[in-house]
């Protein structure tokens, strides 16, 4: 491993936001002043020390959101126990009209940063500036540099695609820019091509060079996955400004992800020795609100702020979890501003989860009565990729609310057909007093009607009249393709009627279940009524 400087260990990585130049540069995203506004806000209250709101000489609008931003986040510092607001800076090339735009844009900022680049790769530099050579580049970045001074104090230098840049130049072009005023060199690694032990040497080198007056920043692209890393390096070997995008968002792969940056440097202190002065309870809603307004998702596992970054769904995790989250989890959700740890119930989870969301929900079951539930919640998360709370509680309500003494059970159920051959149905009913098994087929005008015809079929023996479905309802519980069907029948026996229900994945199944469950009901009621006439009490 390279030299690990020990310049300024121990002070605060200062965050240079750049959602709102560079995270705006990703395809198909497009934010209006007022957009701009609100999402700088937001990074107000996170309390990033620099906000880099834009580039003025792009549009008007650009030019009235940074303005719009540098004389309100930029005027008053929004993040509590804040005692300054933050820095607000505006991107310019080397250009006098970008200069001057960037300096009108920031100027109603308490502080304002001009940020002057240029590019510096031989590739760059042939393909971007007409082939200059290294002594034209660095008059023209020495120019802008001296410019950008001219309207404020804090200028910042990048040589863009400074990571496949010849090294000797790069030092120079580093030295010309400290010397005509820049007071922070910023590293980027435009495309991402970086590799952690490499960068973190150039960074080290970078630092020692320009000592302690100057600030040196790293800007990292995602192209390997790795601008998290590169950065967390370069503020291992001295660099004292990281620049990042909330969800990392950017130029094509993205840049490097402010809450990741913020969270490694928080959970990992104990080697890395800095922090940020961010708050990192304003994190979710950050992440949140830029999804929102760039139209841009989160990916489900993205590290921090995806939906799953503290979620558990095995249940070995579970079991950990429930007893101490410290177990599977190294920062807290609420410490991001998230909710809190969840546990999703899937095919994964095990008893000690599934019985501790069902006391949560309020449930106070019997060993037997959960034993049942759980088994029809395995048979379901088969089916279900997850069991939602309202899953559960239509669960429970059919396995262990409705349950009764079974006269039947369903073993197994089979449909064919469609809108052309007749749908056909085979049932196999186990009856519980004796345990035997009936398989009865029936044809009907629909799937339901089949099912129901080879139940009634396989009853028959033990359900005295011919058993009519006389009211049918069924109704998603959750939502999705994969939701249960909650299924209520009514069935008619003997002139009474009799209510079923089931849920299930499938609407044919639940169907079946809920006729079945009427039929079960007429003959315990009916069961009963023969008892009670047979009581004592009513014998003369
Ligand atoms: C790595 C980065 O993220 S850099 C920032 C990239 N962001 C953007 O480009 C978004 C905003 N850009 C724009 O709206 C436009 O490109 C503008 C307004 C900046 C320029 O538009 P145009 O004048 O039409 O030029 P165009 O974009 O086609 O070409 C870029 C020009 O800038 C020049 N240029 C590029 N970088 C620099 C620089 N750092 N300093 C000076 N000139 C530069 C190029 O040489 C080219 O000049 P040319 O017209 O003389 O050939
Ligand atoms: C302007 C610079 C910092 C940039 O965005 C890049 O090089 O990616």
Redesign the pocket.
């Given at each position: 491993m390279s030299e690990q400087t020990t310049h300024a260990t121990g002070a605060p990585v200062r965050i240079f936001d750049?959602t709102l130049?560079?995270g705006e540069?990703a395809p198909g995203i497009s934010l209006d002043v007022k957009e701009k506004l609100e999402i700088a806000e937001q990074l107000g209250r996170l309390g990033v020390d620099i906000i880099e709101g834009g580039f003025p000489i792009t549009s008007q609008g650009d030019f009235d959101a940074v303005k719009a931003i540098a004389e309100t986040v930029g005027a008053q510092p929004l993040a509590q126990g804040a005692d300054q607001p933050p820095v607000i800076a505006a991107?310019a090339r080397c250009h006098p009209d970008d200069i001057k735009r960037a300096a009108d844009a920031v100027g109603p900022a308490q502080h304002g940063r001009i940020?002057v680049?240029l590019s510096t790769s031989e590739i760059h530099r042939h393909v971007l500036h007409h082939g200059a050579s290294e002594d034209e580049i660095v008059a023209q970045a020495v120019e802008g540099i001296q410019r950008a001074r001219e309207f404020t104090d804090d200028v910042e230098f990048?040589p863009?695609?400074?990571t496949r840049t010849d090294d000797e130049f790069l030092k120079r072009i580093v030295d010309a820019a400290v010397e005509a005023g820049a007071t922070t060199v910023?590293i980027?690694?435009?495309?991402g091509y970086a590799i952690p032990h490499d960068f973190g040497a150039t960074i080290g080198d970078i630092v020692r060079r320009v000592g302690p007056e100057v600030a040196v920043s790293v800007?990292c692209?995602n192209d390997l996955g790795l601008a998290v890393a590169n950065s967390i390096e370069a503020v291992r070997h001295g660099a004292t400004q990281v620049?990042v995008a909330v969800n990392g968002i950017?130029?094509r792969a993205g840049?490097c992800s402010l809450e990741e940056v913020v969270m490694a440097l928080a959970t990992r202190e104990d080697v890395l020795g800095r922090r940020s002065r961010v708050r990192t309870r304003e994190i979710g809603r950050a992440s949140r609100l830029v999804s929102t307004l760039t139209g841009y998702p989160v990916q489900f596992n993205k590290a921090v702020v995806g939906k799953n970054a503290f979620a558990h769904e095995s249940g070995i995790h579970q079991h950990g979890v429930l007893q101490d989250r410290l177990t599977y989890e190294i920062m807290s959700a609420e410490d991001v501003g998230l909710e809190g740890r969840q546990i999703v119930l899937g095919k994964h989870s095990g008893r000690h989860a599934f019985s501790a969301q069902l006391e949560e929900m309020g449930y106070d079951l019997t060993a037997e009565e959960t034993k049942r539930a759980f088994e029809r919640f395995k048979e379901l998360a088969d089916k279900k990729v997850e069991v939602t709370d309202a899953d559960l509680e239509a669960l429970v309500a059919d396995e262990v609310f409705a349950y009764t003494e079974e006269a039947f059970e369903l073993d197994r159920l089979e449909v064919t057909g469609g809108t052309v051959s007749q749908p056909e149905a085979t049932v196999v009913v186990r009856r519980t007093a004796d345990a035997s098994i009936h398989e009865e087929t029936a044809t009907g005008d629909g799937m339901v009607d089949a099912a129901c015809g080879a139940i009634r079929q396989a009853v028959r023996p033990w359900v005295g009249a011919t058993p009519t479905l006389v009211n049918f309802n069924v109704a998603a519980v959750t939502k999705g393709i994969d939701a249960l069907g909650d299924v209520t029948v009514q069935v008619e026996v003997d002139d009474q009627r009799y209510t079923g229900r089931a849920v299930s994945t499938d609407v044919v199944e639940a169907s079946a279940r809920a006729f079945l469950a009427a039929l079960n009901k007429s003959m315990r009621l009916q069961r009963a009524r023969d008892d009670a006439a047979r009581s004592p009490m009513d014998t003369p």
């Open positions: 750049t130049r560079d540069q991107l940020h680049f990048s863009q695609d400074a910023n980027p690694d435009t495309v800007h692209h620049e950017g130029e840049n």
